[in-house]
C-alpha cells in the first residue's frame, strides 16, 4: 500500500527539539550531550534519515565532522551551499527550510544572520514539521563548536567546576557560545578584547548568571594570570574581510604568543576552533606546542555532534 503523507510525519515524530545557541540546553542536558558524545555506542537514531546541511559560509570541519557523524548514526547527510538555495533571495529562509523538512529530519545550517535559522526553526514549529534546526554557526553563534571544546576541556581537565578559562581577542560567535558552556559547566572565563570588540554589559550579565562567571578585561596579561586553558580564534571572522586593516590594527598586542602563555598556569590548554591565522591571532610556536589541543578539538567536532543528534532524537520524543 502506498505510504500516506500522515505516515510519513509519524515516522519524522522523533525530531523537533532546535539547537540554535548553547542557551537552548539546561546544564543538565548539556551534561547528557556530553555524556552521549563521549559514548562510542551509540544508537542508530539516523537510520533511514535524512539531514540537510546547508553551507552559507565556508566550512572544513563543521561540514566534515557533520556528515560523518550523521553516517555513523545510520543516516544519510545532503550537503549543500547557498549559491543552490539561495536563502532569501531563490526563496525566503522559511520555505527553503518547509522543503527541506519534507526530506529531512534535521536541518543543519551555517548562515550569516543568525536570524535566519531563527525564522526557519519557527517556520517548521508552525507547520508541526517536527524537524530540527541546528546551528551549524552564525554571525552570532557557534554552539556545536562549543560542545566540542566543553568536551576537550573535561578529557584534559577532568570535573570544570571552578577552572578557568582566558578567551584572548574577538568577542564573537565562538566566544560567546564558548563562554556560555564554560559558564553552563561552573567554569570562571575571564575574556580579553579591545574596546569596542568585548561582549556588551547585559550579555555579560546574563552569560555570569548561567553557573559560573565571567570577567572583561582589555590586557590579555591581565586576563590570563594563572589560567589553566587559554582560548583564542580569528580577528576577522567569515563576512568581515572589508573591516580586515582596521581589525589588524584593534588587535595589535592581542597574539597568543609565548610570552603571553608564561603569565598562563604551568602547562595552560590553549586552544582554538581553526581556521587560523597564524602569525595574527596565535604564533606558529604556541600553537604547534605541547600545550596545542586544537587537533583534539577538531576530532571533538564529531563527537560532539553525534552526542548532540542523539541528544536531539531522544529529547524530541518528549516534545508535546
Ligand atoms: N571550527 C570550525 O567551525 O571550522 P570550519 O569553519 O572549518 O567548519
Ligand atoms: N569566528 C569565526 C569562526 C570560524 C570557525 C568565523 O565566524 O568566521
Redo the contacts with the bound molecule.
Keep these: 500500500m502506498e505510504e500516506s503523507v500522515t505516515s510519513i510525519e509519524h515516522a519524522r515524530a522523533s525530531f523537533g527539539r532546535h539547537f540554535l545557541d548553547m542557551e537552548d540546553l539546561n546544564t543538565k542536558e548539556l551534561m547528557e550531550v556530553l555524556a552521549l558524545s563521549a559514548s562510542s555506542s551509540l544508537p542508530r537514531v539516523l537510520e533511514g534519515r535524512g539531514v540537510a546541511v546547508l553551507m552559507a559560509k565556508?566550512?572544513?570541519?563543521?561540514?566534515n565532522s557533520t556528515e560523518m557523524a550523521v553516517v555513523s548514526l545510520g543516516g544519510h547527510p545532503l550537503s549543500m551551499s547557498n549559491d543552490e538555495v539561495g536563502v532569501d533571495t531563490r526563496e525566503s529562509a522559511e520555505d527553503i527550510a518547509r522543503t527541506l523538512a519534507c526530506y529531512h529530519s534535521v536541518i543543519a545550517a551555517r548562515v550569516g544572520n543568525h536570524d535566519v535559522l531563527q525564522r526557519m526553526a519557527a517556520a517548521l514549529d508552525r507547520a508541526s514539521a517536527r524537524v530540527s534546526v541546528v546551528n551549524l554557526?552564525s554571525d552570532h553563534s557557534?554552539p556545536c563548536?562549543a560542545l566540542a571544546d566543553v568536551l576537550t576541556l573535561r578529557d584534559f581537565l577532568g570535573g570544570l567546576e571552578g577552572r578557568s578559562i582566558a578567551y584572548v581577542g574577538d568577542a564573537n560567535n565562538v566566544c560567546r557560545s564558548l563562554t556560555a558552556a564554560c559558564s553552563m559547566m561552573g567554569m570562571r572565563v575571564r575574556i580579553a578584547s579591545p574596546p569596542g570588540y568585548g561582549l556588551g554589559s547585559q550579555e555579560v550579565a546574563h552569560l555570569n548568571g548561567l553557573g559560573g562567571s565571567v570577567e572583561q578585561f582589555h590586557d590579555p596579561q591581565e586576563a590570563v594570570e594563572g589560567v589553566e586553558a587559554i582560548y583564542t580564534d580569528v580577528w576577522i571572522s567569515m563576512g568581515q574581510e572589508a573591516e580586515r586593516e582596521e581589525r589588524l590594527r584593534a588587535f595589535t598586542g592581542f597574539t597568543v604568543d609565548t610570552t603571553l602563555l608564561q603569565h598562563a598556569a604551568e602547562g595552560a590548554l590553549v586552544m582554538h576552533?581553526?581556521?587560523a591565522h597564524r602569525g595574527e591571532e596565535i604564533t606558529d610556536e604556541v600553537l604547534e606546542s605541547p600545550n596545542s589541543k586544537v587537533w583534539v578539538q577538531a576530532a571533538n567536532?564529531m563527537r560532539a555532534m553525534r552526542g548532540l543528534l542523539t541528544f536531539l532524537a531522544l529529547a524530541s520524543n518528549s516534545i508535546e
Design positions: 565556508p566550512s572544513n570541519r563543521t561540514r554557526l557557534h563548536q576552533c581553526l581556521p567536532r
